[in-house]
């Protein structure tokens, strides 16, 4: 299967697809078993399964709740196991029906918001009719979130479960935004691509047997590595709806889906030839009624044009169709625990030509901006493995994202505004007076990799100064599961060699999961070395610390990580306290350069004790 | 005056999309033309529709097809 693209293709029978019943029903009281809408719905899950087999591709039917009391719907899931050999699962989604209504008597229907009780209650009796109605267990399973300790109930009692939907990818504050404040799918800071969920957090992969939750995870859609880290993540994905809902088509023409799925493709090259993809669209995308301004024509042209260039790849040999439990045993035939996932992704529509670069394993997720001389614009600790329980009676209702440390978007970034810092990773260099951030340079970059070493080697970084011109290298190094990203920035052409050049590299950080600032007086920043530390126990007041050598460090006990910042050779290295306006801190390593010399820096995640 | 209704298409509004707002547009019939409940932006259907097309503005590569080469990256 090397060099091609694996998908999971899935359905699901939803009864009352999500819009559905708003769209159908306005201005007629809520009605969740109007016969139209009921017939429409299985009516759009036979047309979605028409369309696959007619192009030779099998399919995962999640079924939902309400579809198991459906005669027909199981009959027609049955039936399409044996001929063609979907696969029979089961999702959490598509909870809302009359029956469940009954029972629960709520009308929540995100099983990760539901109580921890609730949630096995409902997993219980949602797999028991399954049961029921198959006379076997599910291997797969789903929802846009499932949370650690749901995972671990339903692979303790179902133990057949090998595979599950487990997150959207970025889906968090902008999901909120973009649906006027009403979409509550905080679940930002996850893999984009398959993992195997830690039993104590789902969105951080598993370090080691001990911590393999039992399940292989796959995220809901394979959305754009670009477009989604600053947009709506629901208009950028392989979900053909999704890009007409971001209005990236011209007259019925919607070429940005093909490179979107072209560039999933592409991938392998960085990840030993495997690449993956993940289709799932839910029935309510393709209504009669038409979706927003699209007509119903239209969603379902782009649903056939969709799956048509999926099973074109198949037919050329470039494409392997799995069902959800046999990419689980196929991921866990090919994947260490310990193996990074990569991405050097390229803007595809917006013109741009600005590439990011995307790396996560047990111990970090980050994302390097090339069009910021190779900033950190994101950065997670997976390394803390934080449980963090999600629903109704935790203290995080609905909030399931990861924490950043860095997040150049909700605090910031390369600061442009009136007074403060941003949250970003960059180096900053300065002679007589000037000072140039790095993140002013437009560059791009290329991957190599050796042995448990992942390199960006950058394309040469020009600095003009009044009085001196520099040429700088840069090479970022990531060594799987170790929580270390290693900076080496050189100069190799200067137009005074002897000229010296002060480095500045640095870490402007904050934590926290939205666009908001937490409260920071937890927060401990320290300067290290053999004889000495000194400390600032954070409060606004903007103090700073510097030593010769040594170790720079900041302990956030609330999300229970610690950052460190070294060099090696001759250097200073300082952190710095922000302020009320500017609720950050900094830590940094400062080195004088001249033509031919180096500075490299190791930022370290590491969990808290 | 009678309540507002849905339109021919579910349109959203053109001036919260531009903002990544999905916003749902109701029609006033009296006027012959879509509001906004958030937005002040109020049009007629054409105008709904031109003003969909000036969204796109951003998307320079709407059109093109890109093949990706064998390189590591560039």
């Known amino acids: 299967m090397k060099d091609k693209l694996i998908l999971n293709l899935v359905h699901r029978p939803e009864m009352v697809p999500e819009y ?47 579809s198991l009391f459906n005669e027909e ?136 047997e001990s911590e393999d939750s039992g399940i292989v995870a796959i995220p809901h859609l394979s959305r754009d590595l670009n477009a989604c880290f600053d947009g709506n993540g629901s208009n950028f994905g392989t979900h053909p709806q999704n890009v007409l809902r971001g209005m990236a088509y011209k007259d019925g023409q919607y070429p940005y889906l093909f490179n979107l799925i072209d560039q999933y493709r592409h991938l392998g090259k960085f990840n030993d030839g495997y690449a993956y993809n993940m289709m799932f669209v839910g029935p309510g995308w393709m209504n009669k009624m038409g979706r927003w301004e699209q007509p119903y024509t239209l969603l379902e042209q782009s649903y056939k044009d969709g799956i048509a260039y999926y099973g074109k790849l198949k037919k050329e040999g470039k494409l392997i169709d799995l069902t959800m439990s046999e990419f689980a045993h196929y991921y866990r035939a090919n994947k260490t625990y310990k193996t990074p996932e990569v991405a050097l992704w390229q803007d595809i529509l917006y013109g741009s030509e600005k590439q990011y670069f995307w790396y996560l394993d047990p111990y970090l997720r980050t994302c390097v901006d090339l069009n910021q001389g190779g900033a950190l614009i994101d950065l997670r600790p997976y390394v803390a493995k934080l449980y963090l329980p999600v629903g109704i009676g935790t203290p995080r209702i609905v909030n399931a994202s990861y924490p ?45 990799k050796k042995g448990d070493e992942r390199y960006l080697h950058l394309d040469p970084i020009e600095v003009v100064f009044k009085r001196l011109t520099i040429t700088i290298a840069t090479t970022i190094t990531f060594k799987e599961a170790t929580g ?46 053999a004889e000495k530390s000194q ?61 031919g010399e180096e500075i490299e820096t190791w930022l370290k995640l590491e969990k808290a004790a | 005056m009678a309540q507002a209704r849905k339109g021919r298409l579910n349109y959203r509004c053109p001036s919260c999309f531009m903002r990544d707002i999905d916003m749902d547009m109701f029609y006033d019939e009296s006027k012959k033309e879509f509001y906004c409940l958030r937005c002040n932006y109020v049009g007629t259907e054409e105008d709904v529709i031109a003003k969909n097309e000036m969204a796109k503005f951003r998307y320079r590569n709407l059109l093109k097809r890109i093949t990706f080469g064998d390189d590591d990256g560039h």
């Open chain 1, 535 to 595: 400390e600032i126990k954070y409060h606004y007041a903007n103090r700073e610390l510097t030593i010769h050598n040594g170790i720079s460090e900041v302990i956030i006990p609330d999300i229970e990580t610690r950052i460190t910042m070294k060099s090696v050779g001759e250097y200073e290295t300082y952190v710095r306290e922000g302020y009320a306006f500017s609720p950050m801190y900094t830590l940094g390593v400062m080195k004088d350069l001249k033509q």
């Open chain 1, 20 to 66: 559905a019943e708003k769209i159908m029903g306005h201005g007629e009281k809520e009605n969740l078993e109007k016969e139209p809408l009921l017939k429409e719905s299985l009516d759009i899950f036979k047309l979605q399964q028409q369309i696959a087999h007619e192009h030779g591709l099998k399919t995962t039917i999640q079924m939902t709740y309400a």
């Open chain 1, 73 to 208: 719907a199981v009959a027609l899931a049955k039936a399409h196991h044996a001929e063609y050999g979907d696969e029979i699962a089961l999702t959490l989604l598509g909870l809302p029906s009359t029956a469940f209504r009954n029972k629960y008597k709520t009308k929540d229907f995100c099983i990760w918001m539901f109580s921890y009780e609730d949630k096995k209650r409902i997993v219980d009796d949602v797999f028991s009719l399954f049961f029921e109605k198959f006379g076997f267990y599910p291997q797969s399973t789903g929802s846009y979130y499932m949370d650690a300790d749901l995972i671990n109930y339903i692979k303790e009692k179902y133990p057949s479960v090998i595979c599950a939907i487990a997150t959207c990818w970025e889906e968090g504050p902008k999901a909120y935004h973009a649906t006027n404040n009403s979409w509550y799918t905080f679940m930002d800071g996850g893999p984009w691509n398959p993992w195997i969920p830690s039993k104590i957090n789902t969105h951080v992969p598993a370090e080691n």
């Open chain 1, 404 to 448: 950043f440390l860095i997040q150049a978007n909700y605090r910031a970034g390369y600061f442009t505004h009136y007074a403060g810092e941003g949250t970003l990773k960059s180096t900053k260099v300065s002679y007589e007076g000037e000072e140039i951030d790095l993140a002013l340079c437009l560059t791009k970059a290329t991957f190599s």
């Open chain 1, 484 to 529: 270390e990203i290693r900076y080496a920035r050189r100069i190799i052409k200067s137009s005074d060699p002897h000229a010296k050049v002060t480095f500045n590299d640095y870490m402007t950080g904050a934590f926290g999961t939205t666009e908001y600032p937490e409260e920071m007086y937890h927060i401990r920043l320290r300067v290290n070395d």
